[in-house]
């Protein structure tokens, strides 16, 4: 069973602090993503990953960074995070192919910053 | 920038009955689309992937692709409760990033 695996469900941080947020994938995928999720807003690409040490800016990735050392963990850090980073964020992986495929979701981490 | 609009609903349709998902998209050279379901508090599931002009059934869900209307559509028969979620379109050019739409609310009124 393929398995996206975020490592908080829940968290709270204060202003300004660094944070990070930690995704696994089990199923050797050469794609990630990491999106959020706002009411209204649906989900919006923050960076992409295509590759180890690879990353591509999505369409709002103002402080947010990523890092991809392994193949299968994709992180994305707040430097300093502000409230307007409250939010759910989702992360994905994909297997590209000739033809874009099926992107699967971790269960999502819901941030509040206080 | 490439976009993906859907109607925000919220579409209500009673139970049995067909619902009927719309999704339009900015960029001609798309070639890959998905529609996606989420349950409320939860991640977003595939349900249908299509990639050529016309209708491709899967169960009680049909999805199709008018690449010259730049146009993509789902279609629920027999509408259960348990299809009340919210559909999310999402586009792809080649082997690039998914773009969502803000997806649509559907409720299924028993």
């Known amino acids: 069973d393929v398995k996206v695996t975020q490592s908080s469900r829940y968290l709270v941080k204060r202003t300004g602090e660094k944070v990070f947020l930690e995704c696994v994938q089990d199923?050797?995928?050469?794609?990630m993503f990491w999106y959020r999720q706002d009411p209204g807003l649906g989900l919006r690409l923050i960076y992409f990953?295509?590759?180890?040490?690879?990353?591509e800016k999505g369409d709002i990735p103002e402080g947010y960074s990523v890092s991809r050392e392994k193949k299968e963990r994709f992180s994305l850090i707040l430097e300093s995070a502000s409230t307007n980073q409250t939010s759910m964020y989702l992360c994905?992986?994909?297997?590209?192919?000739?033809?874009?495929?099926?992107?699967?979701f971790g269960q999502g981490t819901r941030l509040t910053v206080v | 920038q490439k976009e993906v609009e859907q109607n925000s609903g919220p579409l209500s349709v009673p139970e049995g009955a067909i619902a009927s998902l719309n999704c339009t998209y900015s960029?001609?050279?798309?070639?890959?689309f998905f529609w996606y379901r989420q349950y409320s508090g939860k991640s977003p599931e595939l349900i249908m992937s299509?990639?050529?002009?016309g209708d491709k059934e899967d169960g009680r869900f049909t999805a199709q692709l008018n690449k010259a209307s730049q146009y993509v559509s789902l279609l629920i028969r027999d509408s259960q409760p348990s299809d009340s979620a919210t559909y999310l379109c999402?586009?792809?050019?080649?082997?690039?990033?998914?773009?969502f739409g803000t997806g649509t609310r559907l409720t299924i009124i028993p």
């Open positions: 994905a992986s994909s297997d590209p192919g000739v033809m874009n495929t099926e992107a699967f």
């Open positions: 199923m050797d995928h050469e794609n």
């Open positions: 990953s295509y590759d180890v040490k690879m990353k």
């Open positions: 960029d001609r050279g798309s070639q890959s």
């Open positions: 299509i990639y050529s002009n």
């Open positions: 999402a586009v792809s050019f080649g082997n690039e990033k998914l773009t």
